[in-house]
């Protein structure tokens, strides 16, 4: 019996839930059963004494309250990033800790010391995992097992796509655009993407699109002092089916990050055949290899002269093929697989 434990609901942090109902979903089809729980909600309900003192009830539900229902052993850590803890440690400018956050990791960096095995999803979070967690004994086992991909994503036919953005009514069907995936946190460098579009503004009359959360003030007055905020298109928390017809229409995933921990919306814009400009940093050039456009994440200029190069059908078809190729390294019954071996070989499952 495996008992699997997901993130914390109230933190809303979607690609966590998705990778929860992917294990338990697979780990079941796998013949493992498995039970899917999450730390409840409590004290971090208590929202009237302000965003700080919420923030740490919550941390009282996950990190004391939630404990005490648990015994089980061995566990498992599937380790995603280590990035706040490096944030902590002041190795990382866009994930910055407080004097308490670095208390939290602090907590969270002793509670993987403790686990029987840490499963990592890139090979840069496995060596910082190796670097910042294991112990001299060697435990606990630290392994790479890359994420899968979480959703069925393929192209979708173009009628239906096509009749799908047209629920988006700031949205111009006959205008290509360029499609980013993500949230507002530093390390996504939506501001990088604004400046990215605005130096194609004069040769391309395309459109940039932002899926998942809204943009912020601040990167909406960036928008508009760049001259491009009348072409910039929000889609908020898109559906499956939302977001498969964005990456079966775009032009190109821009995708500039500073940091990631896998970087999902490269394979999931890679298995819809659109064409990905990501960072030349780990984990996003490791996920893309060599079917993404990829450039030192300062060489704006580079990903600008990308995306004028994938207005060329033809260079877009190349880019598209190569992605198919390798999303196929990133089967989810592949990931499933070796966390079942390993969960085998530790006893926990027959």
């Known amino acids: 019996m495996v008992l699997l434990i997901g993130n914390y609901p109230a933190d809303q942090q979607e690609s966590m839930q998705r990778f929860a109902r992917m294990m338990q979903l697979g780990l079941t089809n796998a013949g493992v059963p498995t039970e899917l729980i999450w ?51 002041g190795e990382v400018e866009d994930t910055p800790a407080s004097i308490t956050g670095k208390v939290l990791q602090g907590w969270i960096v002793a509670g993987l010391r403790r686990a029987t095995a840490i499963a990592c999803a890139s090979r840069a979070t496995l060596r910082d995992a190796e670097r910042l967690v294991a112990r001299e004994n060697g435990k606990p086992e630290i ?25 988006i009514p700031q949205l111009d069907p006959a205008r290509p655009f360029v499609l980013h995936v993500g949230s507002n946190l530093r390390m996504k460098n939506r501001e990088g993407a604004l400046r990215i579009f605005a130096l194609t503004k004069t040769e391309w009359n395309g459109q940039l699109v932002f899926a998942g959360q809204k943009l912020t003030p601040a990167l909406q007055a960036l928008g508009e002092e760049l001259g491009v905020l009348d072409r910039v298109i929000e889609v908020a928390g898109p559906d499956n089916d939302l977001l498969e017809a964005l990456y079966s229409c775009a032009m190109a995933l821009l995708y500039p990050s500073r940091f990631e921990g896998f970087g999902w919306p490269i394979i999931e814009a890679q298995a819809c055949e659109c064409p990905v400009i990501c960072a030349d940093r780990e984990p996003m050039s490791e ?10 994440v300062d060489d704006e200029a580079g990903f600008a002269r990308a995306i004028l190069r994938l207005t060329d059908p033809a260079e877009r078809q190349r880019w598209s093929e190569h992605g198919l190729e390798n999303v196929r390294r990133f089967a989810a019954a592949d990931m499933i697989a070796k966390y079942v071996e390993l969960y085998r070989r530790l006893g926990v499952a027959a």
């Open 39 to 89: 730390p409840r909600p409590l004290l971090g309900r208590i929202r009237f004494a302000g965003g700080f003192v919420a923030k740490w009830l919550a941390y009282v539900d996950k990190f004391l309250l939630f404990p005490r229902q648990m015994r089980a052993r061995p566990i498992v850590v599937s380790c995603h990033d280590l990035l706040a803890v490096r944030g902590a440690l």
């Open 143 to 167: 392994l790479l097992i890359h994420h899968g991909i979480n959703h069925p994503y393929q192209k979708q036919p173009e009628e239906i796509a096509r009749r799908r953005l047209s629920e």
């Open 287 to 296: 996920v893309g290899g060599d079917a993404a456009i990829t450039f030192d």
